[in-house]
């Protein structure tokens, strides 16, 4: 087994089978669990996922082909870990059906996240609820703008990066909170 790698901050999608690859629910589940919960075996990520273990290996095996997860140390057979290789996933330039279908399984993936925080939203003490965001901007940008809107949002989140590799940076009270950066041009002109 080759050794691992130190995870990148970033893996880039391009080819139209990895996209496809990725696009895959499970696989999608499996790449983020492992970022967060990570590293696990095919065992584990069945437990987590619901998956039966050889589904969870098939996924597994898939992911690591087009280098999205890899082999960690210890273990073998059903007892090999496994490990993202990297942090985050892009595919921005990809220009393929295949990165429209990959965009929709995430827009869906989302869909189901926003929802389910919704739903569940009463559990959660007032000071979290009063701090939760739902709403949007209707702005008028030139592309170039939008660009750099993507530049300075990076830029604002980055001091909080370094807290989701060591938990030792994190505030007491500290929770995972998923940041949508989601920016499109608005065809239609309408505002919420």
Known sequence: MPEPSTPQ????????????????????KLVGLLRT?????????????????????YHLRM?????????????????KPWRAT?????????DSEAAEDLNMAVAELYFERITHAIETQQQLPREWREAE????????????????????????LEPY?????????RPEGAEPVTVLRIAFRNRRGEAS
Request: proline share 4%; glycine share 8%; charged share 30%.
């Open 133 to 156: 965001q739902f709403g949007d901007d209707l702005v008028y940008l030139t592309a170039t703008e939008l660009a750099e809107l993507e530049e300075k949002f990076s830029k604002l």
């Open 63 to 79: 992911l690591a082909k087009y280098g999205l997860v890899e082999e960690a140390e210890g273990g073998q057979g059903r007892a």
């Open 161 to 169: 990066g370094e807290r989701f590799d060591d938990p030792s940076r």
């Open 86 to 94: 990297a942090r985050y996933t892009t595919w921005k330039g990809a």
């Open 9 to 28: 901050h970033s893996v880039h999608l391009a080819d139209p089978r990895a996209l496809r690859a990725y696009a895959h629910p499970t696989r999608m």
């Open 37 to 57: 919960e990570g590293p696990f075996t095919a065992t584990r990520a069945a437990e987590l996922t619901g998956e039966s273990v050889a589904s969870c290996s």
